[in-house]
């Protein structure tokens, strides 16, 4: 059996998009002869791709993909992914190093620990264009898994046997209080906690440490941005475990406190660099990811 690449492309983009309709807008070419290339490459596979007269997942209105078709799917993304890869290596070779870096970064890499090195990157590497893409843990997961992003610097832990992760370096987290805050373990426990959201690398690590301390929240409030946290807990709402990279100036202006239960011992999260696995890096990012070990 050969697989028909231009079948698989057509397949690829519909299962991205999760629509024949946005497929055939990305492609350039019509919905029906969208609909007829992916029946072609089911018919050649002899295999069922797509459920038709089906949703797709639960509160989406796209295509719903059999267990053959993620399958599938799975293995088109390495093969365009290498694709791009040599395309992208061989024009950065035509152009002297021009070409685009796109880094996934989680919220708090991307404000406080990304800058300084794409700083000496852009003095280093000046015809190059670097472009940074915000999200949490689990969506900068997915940009890397679906090749829009070259590499990925996260918070939160990642266990995918598609995915090469390596410790980049630690972060400490505090726990930071109102101002007129009592101290006290118990005085902890009975407070609001004010948490990231669900997919979080900063969520998942103070989830932890309140585990470790026992603390058990009886009223928590989820708020998706760090800065906003610290600036509710600076208004006096409740109690929070952020990066202490986030939260210096609030406490240098006396806007907040730190409130130490572990004397001595620092709270210490590891930060992850994430790449594909089998995916070639392109120069460019060969390079960037040199950097970031230096």
């Known amino acids: 059996m050969q697989l028909n690449l231009h079948l698989l492309r057509i397949f690829h983009r519909v299962?991205?998009?999760?629509?024949?309709?946005?497929?055939?807008?990305?492609?350039?070419?019509?919905?029906?002869a969208v609909s007829k290339a992916v029946r072609e490459l089911e018919h050649l596979l002899e295999l069922p791709l797509i459920e038709r007269g089906a949703g797709g997942p639960r509160g989406?209105?796209?295509?719903?993909?059999?267990?053959?078709?993620?399958?599938?799917?799975?293995?088109?993304?390495?093969?365009?992914?290498?694709?791009?890869?040599?395309?992208?290596?061989?024009?950065?070779?035509?152009?002297?190093?021009?070409?685009?870096?796109?880094?996934?970064?989680?919220?708090?890499?991307?404000?406080?620990?990304?800058?300084?090195?794409?700083?000496?990157?852009?003095?280093?590497?000046?015809?190059?264009?670097?472009?940074?893409?915000?999200?949490?843990?689990?969506?900068?997961?997915?940009q890397l898994l679906d090749c829009r992003v070259d590499l990925a610097l996260v918070e939160g832990h990642v266990d995918d046997p598609r995915i090469d992760v390596a410790h980049w370096r630690d972060d400490e987290m505090v726990i930071v209080v109102p101002m007129d805050f009592s101290a006290g373990i118990d005085r902890l426990r009975a407070a609001r906690w004010i948490v990231r959201e669900e997919g979080s690398g900063t969520g998942e690590a103070s989830a932890a440490q309140l585990?470790?301390?026992?603390?058990?929240?009886?009223?928590?409030?989820?708020?998706?941005?760090?800065?906003?946290?610290?600036?509710?807990?600076?208004?006096?709402?409740?109690?929070?475990?952020?990066?202490?990279?986030?939260?210096?100036?609030?406490?240098?202006?006396?806007?907040?406190?730190?409130?130490?239960?572990?004397?001595?011992?620092?709270?210490?999260?590891?930060?992850?660099?994430l790449t594909l696995r089998d995916r070639p890096k392109s120069p460019v990012a060969a390079s960037f990811e040199a950097l970031l070990d230096a």
């Open 15 to 32: 299962a991205l998009r999760q629509s024949f309709s946005r497929a055939s807008e990305d492609l350039f070419i019509s919905q029906p």
């Open 60 to 142: 989406s209105k796209g295509v719903r993909l059999t267990e053959s078709g993620a399958a599938l799917f799975d293995h088109a993304r390495g093969i365009f992914a290498l694709e791009r890869a040599a395309v992208e290596d061989i024009d950065l070779r035509i152009k002297l190093r021009r070409g685009t870096l796109t880094l996934g970064a989680s919220t708090t890499i991307a404000s406080y620990w990304l800058p300084p090195t794409l700083g000496r990157f852009a003095e280093s590497y000046p015809l190059a264009s670097p472009r940074v893409v915000v999200g949490n843990t689990h969506e900068v997961v997915e």
């Open 211 to 273: 585990a470790a301390l026992e603390i058990v929240p009886q009223e928590r409030l989820e708020v998706g941005s760090n800065e906003a946290i610290a600036r509710m807990v600076a208004a006096g709402m409740g109690a929070a475990i952020l990066p202490r990279v986030a939260i210096e100036d609030l406490v240098a202006l006396k806007r907040l406190a730190i409130l130490s239960v572990t004397p001595g011992k620092p709270l210490l999260r590891p930060l992850y660099r």
